[in-house]
């Protein structure tokens, strides 16, 4: 028995077993791309053919961490030294000032603001007039309510889930005469790094767990953090996918895509629930 011959032929035929093994790898990888590719441009269509307009996505791919809030009635200890303003705290963490001089503003709702106005406002928000102001940028000018909305922003992401916030209330006059603050403290980075999904597939997710219906308008979702655990001590934050949709008869609804695993997260039937209306300004006696 030539046993080299045969040893030969078993070398070669492991050797094209392999070729064919990773031919066929490869071949199911390359259909896996084009099925995914082809169910994503299908959606897509979908949501077109039902009259859904979309935004213009990234589609990337982002890190962020989860955050702890150490919550302390900080608002309330140092509301005090506050000038030019009356102010009510409630429960230590609602703070609401009412302006001795209102903040003059050349547009108005219905036309828009100038970039004046905006810059004044950013000024404002950084004087000794506010506190904590410079850790807030600001997220929208709701024409609804009349007011402006500006975030607390970690980490280059907005907590957009209404818990520390300040909304500045414009008048008949588009002076804006008082503002409310919630402020969760201070934060810090929990574990390691979150990567999470694309802007694109929270949208995906919501409208295949039919939170997006036909006839509407959905704007570019925006990555924020969302409270997921309050206790008296502290709170913790994680990143979610935002999604406003304006539906033709339901109004603008907020939906929250988990970041990490596209679960929907919450819905809400108000655009800003957490828009409180303001109390009586307290009589202080001056003018």
Known sequence: ??????????????????IFLFNS??????????????????????????????P??????????????????????????LEGQVGIVEEGLYYTSFLSNPIELEGSVEEGFT????????????SPQVLFGEEYALGKLDKENGVFIY????????????????????????????????????TMQQGNPIQTISDLDAVKSAYQNNEISANTLVKKPVLSYQRTLYLDDLSMYVPVWTIEVEHSTRGKVLLQVDATDGSVIQQS?????????????????EN
């Open 1 to 18: 028995m030539n046993f080299k011959r045969i040893e030969t032929i078993f070398i070669v035929a492991f050797i094209i077993l392999n």
């Open 25 to 54: 790898l490869v071949d199911r990888r390359n259909l896996h791309y084009v099925s995914t590719t082809a169910d994503q441009i299908d959606l897509l269509e979908d949501m077109r053919q039902a009259n859904i307009q979309l």
């Open 56 to 81: 213009t996505f990234d589609d990337q791919n982002q890190q962020a961490y989860a955050i702890q809030a150490n919550n302390y009635d900080i608002l309330e200890e140092e509301a005090s030294q």
């Open 115 to 126: 970039q004046a106005d905006y810059d004044k406002l950013a000024n404002f928000l950084r």
């Open 151 to 186: 975030y607390h922003v970690v980490n280059g992401i907005p907590i957009m889930d209404g818990t520390s916030q300040i909304i500045f209330y414009i008048d008949t006059d588009n002076n804006v005469f008082s503002y409310h603050q919630l402020y969760i403290g201070e």
């Open 269 to 285: 039937v108000q655009a800003n629930p957490s828009i409180r209306p303001l109390p009586e300004r307290p009589d202080t006696g």
